[in-house]
């Protein structure tokens, strides 16, 4: 079993910035993929950014240029570094961790609203 916590998220104006941070345990050493996916509410949960242990990052179209995924393998952590943020990038984002996509384990879940 994987355990993952995320810390950060809340309230921000638009054009404002938000980091996001998961630590993961358990066993973390057969994970992956590290990543994150976010719910806007009425819509389906979508991947937002991943990367693999060793490997390029993979973004969501809509938060190219903008955010940026970070990755400490020896801390079993990853970050999302969101700039520039807008009201439609609110939703609740979830930390998520696999072998392979799509993951297996998911976070609780932190909530980021962007005011306009």
């Known amino acids: 079993q994987v355990q993952l916590v995320e810390s950060g998220g809340g309230l921000v104006q638009a054009g404002g910035s938000l980091r996001l941070s998961c630590a993961g345990s358990g066993s973390i050493f057969s994970i992956n993929i590290m990543g994150w996916y976010r719910q806007a509410p009425g819509k389906q949960r979508e991947l937002v950014a991943d990367?693999?242990?060793?490997?390029?990052?993979i973004y969501a179209d809509s938060v190219k240029g903008r955010f940026t995924i970070s990755r400490d393998n020896a801390k079993n952590t990853v970050s999302l570094q969101m700039n520039s943020l807008k009201p439609e990038d609110s939703a609740v984002y979830y930390c998520?961790?696999?072998?392979?996509?799509?993951?297996?384990?998911w976070g609780q879940g932190t909530q980021v609203t962007v005011s306009s």
């Open positions: 998520a961790a696999g072998i392979q996509r799509p993951p297996t384990y």
């Open positions: 990367m693999p242990r060793t490997g390029r990052p």
